[in-house]
């Protein structure tokens, strides 16, 4: 089992559209979680950083579900900008190093 | 403005030549990382560094030389016994405090050979 899982997608969804990305994780001990944007051929850039209690950012709100050992992505109104791959990452200590661990990303096609 | 400098943007490398990609960074983090991207392939780390004049090999180090004599930069070698050196690479910097220390990536260095 992969230690960060995403769905590849792509997920094609027409303008104003909701979409929510899930991503799950192997190791319970992880400390931070974030998602990450990045458009093709670009270096990805931070979109948020997760907290436990959940958190929002304009159209975007991130979620922790540390029970069920996932994180999720919601986009509300999607515009043609947002059309992307979101790559969750996961933090945690492995021999007393500090490890950022990516998934594959979710590939998102926002249409017109 | 504060950021991370990678250069070459594209490079071309016949085989059996190593090549060196630079990095510098102006954030005045203390770690600096080096990683991998292949198509439809997660972001997979060579090297890191979390202080200067000391570095530790990540997930994929074979084929790939890394110093960090300066805070500022992380100039990672591929050497040629790196077997698939084809790939896009990407220099990230982040503070090293307790709790969420946030990835800044440079613009990445995209290394074909030939």
């Known amino acids: 089992r992969k230690e960060v899982e995403q769905d590849p997608g792509p997920f094609n969804v027409p303008e104003g559209a909701t979409v929510a990305f899930n991503c799950t994780y192997s190791?319970?001990?992880?400390?931070?979680f974030f998602w990450y944007r990045q458009d093709c051929r670009k270096e990805p850039k931070l979109l948020m950083s997760?907290?436990?209690s959940g958190n929002e950012d304009g159209r975007f709100t991130a979620q922790l579900n540390r029970a069920s050992q996932y994180i999720s992505l919601l986009i509300r109104d999607s515009k043609l900008s947002d059309s992307a791959t979101y790559l969750c990452?996961?933090?945690?200590?492995?021999?007393?190093?500090?490890?950022?661990?990516f998934g594959t990303g979710t590939r998102l096609k926002v249409l017109a | 403005d504060g950021g991370i400098t990678q250069s070459p943007k594209y490079l071309f490398r016949k085989e059996g030549q190593n090549v060196t990609l630079s990095c510098e960074q102006n954030?005045?983090?203390?770690?600096m990382y080096w990683y991998r991207q292949d198509p439809g392939q997660g972001l997979r780390l060579i090297y890191y560094?979390?202080?200067?004049?000391?570095?530790q090999k990540g997930d994929i180090a074979e084929g790939y030389s890394v110093s960090r004599e300066k805070k500022e930069s992380f100039p990672l070698t591929v050497t040629s016994a790196q077997k698939n050196p084809t790939a896009f690479y990407l220099c990230?910097?982040?503070?090293?405090?307790?709790?969420?220390?946030?990835?800044?990536f440079g613009a990445g260095s995209r290394l074909t050979v030939l």
């Open positions: 560094s979390q202080i200067v004049n000391d570095f």
């Open positions: 997760v907290y436990s």
């Open positions: 190791n319970s001990a992880s400390q931070s």
């Open positions: 990452v996961v933090t945690g200590r492995g021999s007393g190093t500090y490890k950022y661990i």
């Open positions: 954030l005045n983090h203390d770690a």
């Open positions: 990230a910097s982040s503070t090293t405090g307790s709790g969420a220390n946030v990835l800044t």
